[in-house]
């Protein structure tokens, strides 16, 4: 069972998307929050698998208030999706650099809103690959990349292979698109990549793409 909390001033949304998610049997709304103060003492309180977080919001934005929720040891298996109208690309950018797994359009159908939180809370792949690239390419690398490989220390701690999956993951491929390219299982895929986020301080697989593009080690045409 995947447990979620919906986090979003609107009722209406709030409503809407509690009544997509409640058709289904491996998931369950357990709580709202009309505010990011409150998204992040309900997510303290329920520890939801994930929390669906509208960006802008009364008291505390979604990005301050998935930080806090991605920087909390205690919530350390609960994933962010942030809720986007798309109209806000800077700051869906900001919010995966705070910690979010992933964004998905309030205009979604409701069946890529019930795969979004699946797949987030499956740890399997960035969601919407494509568009984050976009994203990266006018935000991220508007004034270049911030340092080249030579100057991510953490990187020399990689091992060959690890460097071989980051690249992957950075590229958007699931878990199974690595362990197809690389001829592993989806297993040991998934452990290369929880080591690698270890190993270079990323909490999810959508900091890893940022920081693959911020140091210059892929670009959005790769």
């Known amino acids: 069972m995947t447990t979620v909390l919906i986090a979003d001033d609107q009722v209406l949304i709030r409503q809407a998307v509690t009544g997509i998610l409640a058709v289904h049997d491996d998931l369950t709304v357990v709580g709202e929050a009309a505010d990011g103060r409150d998204a992040v003492a309900e997510a303290a309180r329920l520890r939801p698998d ?22 909390d040891p205690e919530l350390a298996s609960t994933r962010v999706l942030i809720l986007t109208t798309f109209e806000e ?28 939180v699946r797949a987030v809370h499956a740890g399997d792949a960035l969601l919407s690959p494509a568009a984050t690239r976009g994203l990266i390419a006018r935000y991220v690398l508007r004034d270049g990349p911030r340092l080249d490989h030579r100057e991510l220390p953490a990187l020399s701690e990689l091992t060959e292979r690890e460097r071989e999956v980051f690249l992957l993951v950075a590229r958007g491929r699931s878990n199974q698109d690595i362990a197809d390219a690389l001829y592993i299982s989806r297993h040991t895929a998934k452990t290369h990549v929880n080591r690698i986020m270890t190993k270079l301080g990323a909490h999810d697989r959508a900091q890893l793409v940022i920081l693959a593009y911020e140091h210059g080690l892929i670009t959005p045409g790769d």
């Open 50 to 71: 994930v929390v669906l977080m509208d960006i802008r919001m009364p008291e505390l934005d979604g990005i301050a208030a998935t930080r806090q929720i991605c920087d």
């Open 89 to 116: 690309d800077e700051y869906v950018v900001s919010a995966l650099r705070a910690g979010a797994s992933g964004f998905i359009g309030k205009g979604a159908e409701p069946e890529d809103i019930v795969r979004a």
